[in-house]
Structures are given as structure tokens and as C-alpha cells.
T-cell receptor, first 114, second 114 residues
């Protein structure tokens, strides 16, 4: 069965430093991949998505992610962290055969230090 | 309009009460979802409606009763809940056609069962 692994339940960076949140998927056939952000007591907001077009995907708020088939990875990066980036980040997949079930990773809490 | 609106934002109910959560979207999406999210966990799928018909029920207890009265509205009727049902309940919607069923989430209802 399809699964998603996010390495690191907590990541802490200093303001202005590089943000790197890791995500690996399990299937041999690349699925559709997503990154969502969730601020406290809020819903999930889509940051970016990969749907088999360009492997480097740019999203909102300065985030981007690179799809690497050889590594079955879809890591999220941002060159310079802002205090407002502190939130929970979820990597998610939908199998490329479709379906209604989005499979979420366990989430990574990002802390940004002043 | 790219919003999914959920009401109420907060709800406290007793174990003998009956209450309803409401969700509305005007994006023309024909799939609507209910998710349950416990603290520090990813969302868990509960129900999916496709073209106003129940498509997926993830073995949810009968004290949760979904309803989709039309293509824009989704309700979740609650009765005889338990304290462990306290959670953030998220509504989402997506297109049905195609395989990339990217979900758009509402802000959630924070439910506390006392």
C-alpha cells in the first residue's frame, strides 16, 4: 500500500536560514504529491503540488519542492525562513490511478527562532 | 470563490446532545469530504461524497451521520458522542473528474465533548 514518510517530527531553524523538510513516498509508480501547511487551529492550505509536469515545483510563500524519482523523494525547501513560517507541514500523496483517498505523512512541526 | 466554509468554528456538546456541523463550498466541486484530526496527528478520512452520493465510509461509528443535501453543502450530524470524539473536524472538497483530486480544506470545527 502507498505510504508517505516525513523524516523528523520537529525541525528548528533560525530566522533567515534554509528550511528543508523531508518527504519520501513508497510506490514504484510516482504518485501525485502535495505539501500542505497547517497553522494552529486552522485548516490545511495547499503549498504546492507535483502532477508529473516539471520536477521543480514552486509554491506559495516562497516554498518550492523537487521531485526526485530515483530517490522517491519530494523535499520541501525555502531559502530564508520567516517567523510566520512556523507551522505544521504535511506531505501527502494520491496514487496516480486516482481515487478519493489522500494519504498524509505524519507531519513535521517547523519552529523558527528569532 | 476558492473557499470552503465551516460552521460553527467551535462547538461544546454533552454526550446526550444532538448537534450538526455544516460545510459549504461554491467552487463547483462534486466531491466533498469529512476528516477528523486529533492533536499532533494528520487528518483521518471519515466520509467522501461524490455527486451527492456516499462513496466512502471509513468504518465510522454510527453516532456520526453525514448528509449531502446538494452539491454545495455537506453536514455531519452528531449524536451520543464520547469524550474521545473531541477533535478538529475538517471539511474538504475537490473535483471528481480527472485523477488529481486536490483537496481544498475549510478552517475546521473544534469539537469538545463533555
Amino acid at each position: 500500500a502507498q505510504s508517505v514518510t516525513q523524516l523528523g517530527s520537529h525541525v528548528s531553524v533560525s530566522e533567515g536560514a534554509l528550511v528543508l523538510l523531508r518527504c519520501n513516498y513508497s510506490s514504484s509508480v510516482p504518485p501525485y504529491l502535495f505539501w500542505y501547511v497547517q497553522y494552529p487551529n486552522q485548516g490545511l492550505q495547499l503549498l504546492l503540488k507535483y502532477t508529473s509536469a516539471a520536477t521543480l515545483v514552486k509554491g506559495i510563500n516562497g516554498f518550492e519542492a523537487e521531485f526526485k524519482k530515483s530517490e522517491t523523494s519530494f523535499h520541501l525547501t525555502k531559502p530564508s525562513a520567516h517567523m510566520s513560517d512556523a507551522a505544521e507541514y504535511f506531505c501527502a500523496v494520491i496514487p496516480n490511478t486516482g481515487g478519493f483517498k489522500t494519504i498524509f505523512g505524519a507531519g513535521t512541526r517547523l519552529f523558527v527562532k528569532a | 470563490d476558492t473557499e470552503v466554509t465551516q460552521t460553527p468554528k467551535h462547538l461544546v456538546m454533552g454526550m446526550t446532545n444532538k448537534k450538526s456541523l455544516k460545510c459549504e463550498q461554491h467552487m463547483g466541486h462534486r466531491a466533498m469530504y469529512w476528516y477528523k484530526q486529533k492533536a499532533k496527528k494528520p487528518p483521518e478520512l471519515m466520509f467522501v461524497y461524490s455527486y451527492e452520493k456516499l462513496s466512502i465510509n471509513e468504518s465510522v461509528p454510527s453516532r456520526f451521520s453525514p448528509e449531502c443535501p446538494n452539491s454545495s453543502l455537506l453536514n455531519l450530524h452528531l449524536h451520543a458522542l464520547q469524550p474521545e470524539d473531541s477533535a478538529l473536524y475538517l471539511c474538504a472538497s475537490s473535483q471528481v473528474r480527472g485523477t488529481v483530486r486536490e483537496a481544498f480544506f475549510g478552517q475546521g470545527t473544534r469539537l469538545t465533548v463533555v
